[in-house]
């Protein structure tokens, strides 16, 4: 259990000839969140970013419009001064940035000619089987050409009967149609013409036969297709090549650009500058160190006292403090809503409580090995830093998972001890493990080791409910811890009176159960005690609120709900393939390869399932049912000025 | 499992266990669809606050699976009934 990072809010004043060797020294340590000044009327005000900025972040601009031309992606860093990249940037980018234009300029081009070259294709398609020069098409003084495109077809007689000088060409596939006539007898043939839906086709203005040019056009396609791919591989060439430039360069000019954009978040007058934000106090001795070395001690460090509403507001920036194997749960954390300054950083609860319950629910030691050693697989072979942390708390699951797997006795759905049904012993997978019943369980279940779960539900759920009320009291517990800095009557009236309401039905139900009416009658004092306190400490909210407690706890059976679904699953699976295997298992035959086909991808379905479901639901418990007893959370996340280098050093 | 004998032939349609079942699915069935329809709503204006802003996950999540309990109590009961 512990609190987030102590911080310590310091102001750094100084002189303007030394801001930049200021910047440059917090931006290196890396340690300093920064808070935005915002102008008021003591006279301050933000200051202009520092000369380069522009170019700065003009190049900045280039680099990423070529990385995004390229397609560079985040890779595997390979290290470089940054010295020598910002030397050679300019240089390297503008060679870059010609010949990237250059080929993206003939790739444009290349690509406008195919288009014309399409079109040309398609205006010459229609004439292909009319093997006639298309200079013969024009330059007529009597004669008429139609050519063009008809519905329904064209019998010679029709333009035989209104004149004999005619030469018709016509295609009757394609319903093309080129028909020479004289200029006087246009009009009648235009006519019949029109009967038959004629419209215009362009005639492509070269001249030539169709054949043969849509030859040349392919021709030319194909040319301009290559060409097309060859400046592409150039272009992937280039990718490969510069990538590694590309990604420096990005991070030290993003690195130059924080720095430059500086002074519009901090206060200036005429001469001097005040930087003002916050340092986890542990750290706030190396603050003071770095910044003096840089400046030779001519910089003002202070730290100055943190007020009371900087507190109640949530100011001050929040950095877990957990040990390594915690860290990954702070991801599940965030995912909610990071802690407030003033308030328990549960990650280390969760650490035990989502990996218990999660086994809890999936308890089977074959799902166990195959996610786990898919985990394992996956932090050892993907260098993301999104993905370790997941990969840690699956395998925290996994972990849990084997644990109750053996508690349960479940191997992939199957049960490892034998148990006595009803028709006698049923053998489980391991010979030599018999279950032993421990104790008589509710509504008539025996309690055994390995727990079967599918044959004592009514007990499970008496258990999931006995974890979850140990849940619900420790966020109770917790919320009391976080209040009692308001004064211990708060937190007395607000949690401790859920615990008294708790206390007062235990001991009524002892009473009644029991037997003992006198025990009975103190239940129902204390519990009305407890209603008394909680309505002081909330108003009339708590009262209406206190069947949700009850909601709360039932919501724990979903702890025995899910992991019953998932059993059903895999013993439908391993019932399905075995009855398959079973029906001809004297020879190796179709059914055989079936059932094995059966095995794998039901399991596979429910290996799948058996991340989301048990995630999912223990995931809600917490944040519902646990988060909800004492958790705020809408901590301002601690964004030191600085960046972690990947691709470059100093 | 009950044998299929000639006196089942003749025993009413809805014998005792008979009706437990069907009591134990209804209370399933009605409160699985009530989850539902509760979540829906839910579940569509967490997915468009998502849209808006990524870091609402974790609240439109938590916001989705409140009215789950529904079926967990459906549950509970027909666990109850068939037992």
């Given at each position: 259990m512990?609190?987030?990072?102590?911080?310590?809010?310091?102001?750094?004043?100084?002189?303007?000839?030394?801001?930049?060797?200021?910047?440059?020294?917090?931006?290196?340590?890396?340690?300093f969140h920064i808070e935005d000044f915002i102008e008021d009327e003591s006279g301050f005000k933000i200051s202009k970013p520092f000369q380069n900025a522009e170019e700065v972040s003009k190049k900045l601009v280039k680099i990423r419009s070529i990385s995004n031309f390229?397609?560079?992606?985040?890779?595997?860093?390979?290290?470089?001064?940054?010295?020598?990249?910002?030397?050679?940037?300019?240089?390297?980018?503008?060679?870059?940035?010609?010949?990237?234009?250059e080929k993206s300029e003939m790739i444009s081009k290349c690509e406008n000619d195919l288009k014309d070259l399409e079109n040309q294709k398609k205006d010459l398609l229609p004439f292909l089987s009319i093997n006639l020069d298309f200079d013969y098409y024009r330059g007529y003084e009597n004669l008429k050409v139609f050519a063009g495109s008809i519905k329904g077809s064209l019998e010679e007689g029709q333009i035989s009967s209104i004149t004999q000088a005619y030469e018709l060409f016509y295609d009757p596939q394609a319903k093309t149609v080129v028909l020479f006539v004289a200029k006087e007898d246009a009009d009648r043939v235009q006519e019949v013409l029109q009967n038959l839906e004629f419209r215009d086709l362009r005639v492509p203005e070269r001249g030539g036969i169709p054949s043969e040019l849509l030859r040349v056009t392919e021709q030319k396609e194909a040319d301009a297709s290559r060409k097309i791919e060859s400046l592409k591989v150039e272009v992937e060439s280039m990718k490969s090549q510069y990538a590694d430039f590309l990604l420096a360069s990005d991070e030290v000019l993003s690195i130059e650009n924080q720095k430059a954009e500086l002074p519009l978040r901090i206060a200036t007058s005429d001469n001097a500058f005040i930087i003002e934000g916050w340092v986890p106090s542990e750290n706030y001795d190396t603050v003071i160190n770095t910044v003096n070395d840089a400046t030779s001690g001519r910089a003002y460090v202070t730290s100055i006292e943190i007020e009371e509403e900087e507190i109640e507001e949530g100011h001050i920036p929040v950095e877990y403090d957990n040990s390594k194997p915690v860290a990954p749960m702070q991801m599940i954390l965030d995912l909610y809503s990071r802690p407030r300054y003033t308030e328990i950083d549960p990650s280390s609860i969760l650490f035990i409580t989502f990996p218990l319950i999660y086994g809890m629910i999936l308890g089977?030691?074959?799902?166990a090995i195959i996610l786990g050693a898919m985990a394992l697989a996956i932090k050892t072979f993907v260098k993301s830093d999104a993905v370790k942390p997941l990969m840690n708390i699956l395998i925290y699951c996994q972990i849990s998972?084997?644990?109750?797997?053996?508690?349960?006795?479940?191997?992939?759905?199957?049960?490892?001890a034998s148990m006595h049904g009803e028709h006698g012993l049923v053998p489980g997978l391991l010979p030599f493990w018999n279950t032993i019943t421990l104790f008589p369980g509710l509504s008539g279940e025996e309690f055994t080791f390995p727990v079967h779960r599918t044959h004592m539900v009514m007990t499970m759920i008496g258990v999931s409910i006995f974890v979850g009320l140990i849940h619900l009291n420790l966020g109770f517990i917790l919320g009391f811890i976080n209040l009692s800095h308001h004064g211990l009557k708060h937190a007395v009236l607000e949690k401790g009176s859920w615990m008294i309401i708790e206390l007062g039905?235990?001991?009524?139900?002892?009473?009644?159960?029991?037997?003992?009416?006198?025990?009975?009658?103190?239940g129902v004092g204390i519990l009305l005690l407890g209603i008394v306190l909680l309505t002081m400490g909330e108003g009339i909210k708590g009262p209406i609120e206190l069947p949700s407690l009850m909601g709360n706890t039932l919501s724990y059976a979903r702890i025995i709900a899910v992991g019953l679904s998932s059993i059903y699953i895999a013993s439908t699976v391993n019932d399905i393939a075995f009855k398959m295997i079973w029906a001809d298992h004297s020879k190796i035959g179709f059914a055989a390869i079936a059932a094995i086909i059966v095995f794998i991808l039901g399991h596979g379905l429910n290996t799948v399932l058996s991340i989301i479901a048990p995630g999912l639901h223990s995931l809600r418990l917490q944040y519902v049912e646990f988060f909800g007893k004492f958790y705020q959370g809408g901590g301002k996340k601690f964004n030191p000025f600085g960046y972690i280098r990947k691709y470059t050093e100093e | 499992m009950v044998e299929p004998t000639v006196a089942a032939a003749a025993a009413p349609l809805l014998d005792a266990a008979g009706l437990k079942a069907l009591g134990a699915a209804i209370a399933i069935a009605g409160t699985g669809i009530a989850s539902g329809w509760a979540e829906k709503?839910?579940?569509?204006?967490?997915?468009?606050?998502?849209?808006?802003?990524?870091?609402?996950?974790?609240?439109?999540?938590?916001?989705?699976?409140?009215?789950?309990?529904?079926?967990?109590?459906?549950?509970?009961v027909a666990l109850l009934i068939s037992s």
């Open positions: 512990s609190r987030p990072k102590r911080m310590t809010k310091a102001i750094i004043v100084g002189h303007k000839s030394i801001l930049k060797a200021t910047v440059n020294a917090l931006h290196d340590s890396n340690l390229l397609g560079i992606e985040h890779k595997e860093p390979t290290v470089q001064k940054s010295n020598s990249v910002m030397h050679e940037l300019d240089a390297k980018l503008g060679k870059l940035d010609r010949s990237i234009s089977d030691i074959g799902y998972t084997f644990i109750f797997g053996i508690i349960y006795g479940e191997f992939l759905g199957f049960p490892l039905v235990l001991v009524a139900a002892l009473g009644y159960f029991g037997g003992i009416s006198g025990l009975t009658y103190v | 709503d839910i579940g569509s204006a967490a997915i468009g606050a998502m849209a808006e802003n990524e870091a609402l996950f974790g609240k439109g999540l938590i916001l989705t699976v409140i009215p789950e309990t529904i079926v967990i109590f459906g549950l509970v």
